[in-house]
Every structure is written in C-alpha cells, then in structure tokens.
C-alpha cells in the first residue's frame, strides 16, 4: 500500500520560533498533497492545497504567511509554521493523492506541535 | 458546498455487537465518493470502507459495511462483532471526482467505545 510519512512526530519550541514539519510518500509520487490542523477531539480542518511546483492553495480563514507550504519535489511538500505561538499548538496532519487510488487519500502518522 | 453530518458524538458498543454510526450529507453533484475513516488513540487515519456514489451496491469490508441511500443522502457504517480494537473516533467523509481536486470533507466525527 501507499505510504505517507511525517517528521517529527512531535515537537516543541518556544514562542516566536519557526517549525518546519515534512510530509513524504515514501512508495509513489504525489503531485497533490494537503495539510490539516485537527485540534483534540474534534474533526480535521484542511488547511491547504498543495501542488507540486505551484504555489499552495490556502483555505479561507488561514493566514499564508503564518503556515508556509512547499512541495518542492513529487515526494515532499512541508508545512512551516512562522514565528509559532501557543495558539499554533495543535495536531498537524498530512494527505496525499496517488494516481489511480481512485480517490483515495493516504495519510501520514500527524505531527504533535506544542508551543510554549 | 457540500457539508457532512455525524450527529452522533459519541457512542458505545458491547465487544461482539452490532453498532450503526450515522452519516448524511448535502451536495448538488451526480458523481462522487464517500468514505468512512477511522482515527485510533495513535491518531493516525486508516480508511475503513469507501463507496462511489454511481455503483448501487453498498461497499462492504469485513465487519464493516455501509447502507447508502443516495436519494436520502445518507451513508451510514455498520460494525458488526465489535471488537475492542474498533475503539476510535470515526470520521464520515465526502469527495468529489478527483478531477476536482481530491478535496474531502470531513464530518464532525464519532467517538466509539467498544466496551468488554
């Protein structure tokens, strides 16, 4: 099966402070990935759009210059999250679109960021 | 835009039961996917049964299976023999052709706990 990999699992900074999380599809190449934030017990909220070679495309309500994505290859894109404050603190997870999956969507194991 | 509705936050099972989670959605499309997915305590997101809306045949996994009615739009999943490691939030969730990009949108989700 297809396999979508993040890194770090978790992290911590400190307030002010820019993270960078990487999301990789380890057995296919990926020319769309997107990036959700998931906060506890609650649903997954897209956050962006992104393809490989453009500019991402950002959902309503989320502030580009705060999470910068980059898909700079067919097997990586990366989220940033710039000058990171607690509110930022939350659960970062990843998808990614293999062709001929038919719609479906593989996911990576989600990055835990705590800001402090 | 298409929304998905869980109205069941949370629910419990017996181990060895039977438990049916709710799902409907809105949308004005003839053509699309819906999915049920589920995200154990280790947080990661695990495709547990998929159906596309022009076959009439209700998608079936195992254990689980889906009554879709589309006229009614609703997509429900049945868990059959319960088993402790059915324990997890279960999000419905609604894609259009991938020719549209791969978005899915999620419902609220359900928490299920399957109880020994």
């Known amino acids: 099966g297809a396999v979508v990999s993040q890194h770090p699992s978790w992290v911590i900074c400190k307030s002010g402070t820019s993270v960078k999380i990487e999301c990789r599809s380890l057995?296919?190449?990926?020319?769309?990935m997107f990036w959700y934030r998931q906060f506890p017990k609650q649903s997954l909220m897209l956050m962006a759009t992104?393809?490989?070679?453009?500019?991402?495309?950002?959902e309503q309500g989320v502030e580009k210059d705060k999470f910068l994505i980059n898909h700079a290859s067919l097997t990586l894109s990366t989220l940033t999250v710039t000058s990171a404050h607690p509110e930022d603190s939350s659960f970062y997870i990843c998808?990614?679109?293999?062709?001929?999956?038919?719609?479906?969507?593989?996911f990576g194991e989600g990055s835990r960021l705590t800001v402090l | 835009a298409q929304t998905v509705t869980q109205s069941q936050p949370e629910m419990s099972v017996q181990e060895a039961e039977t438990v049916t989670l709710s799902c409907t959605y809105d949308?004005?499309?003839?053509?699309?996917?819906l999915f049920w997915y589920k995200q154990p305590p280790s947080r990661q997101m695990i495709l547990v049964i998929r159906?596309?809306?022009?076959?009439?045949q209700n998608a079936t996994e195992n254990r689980f299976s889906v009554n879709f009615q589309k006229a009614a739009k609703s997509f429900s999943l049945k868990i059959s023999d319960s088993q402790l490691g059915d324990t997890a939030m279960y999000f419905c969730?609604?894609?259009?052709?991938?020719?549209?990009?791969?978005?899915?949108?999620f419902g609220a989700g359900t928490i299920l706990r399957v109880k020994s």
């Open positions: 969730a609604f894609m259009k052709p991938p020719e549209y990009g791969n978005k899915l949108v």
């Open positions: 057995d296919f190449q990926a020319t769309t």
């Open positions: 159906q596309e809306a022009y076959k009439q």
């Open positions: 949308t004005s499309e003839n053509n699309y996917y």
């Open positions: 992104s393809n490989e070679g453009s500019k991402a495309t950002y």
């Open positions: 998808s990614a679109t293999r062709t001929g999956a038919g719609g479906e969507l593989f």
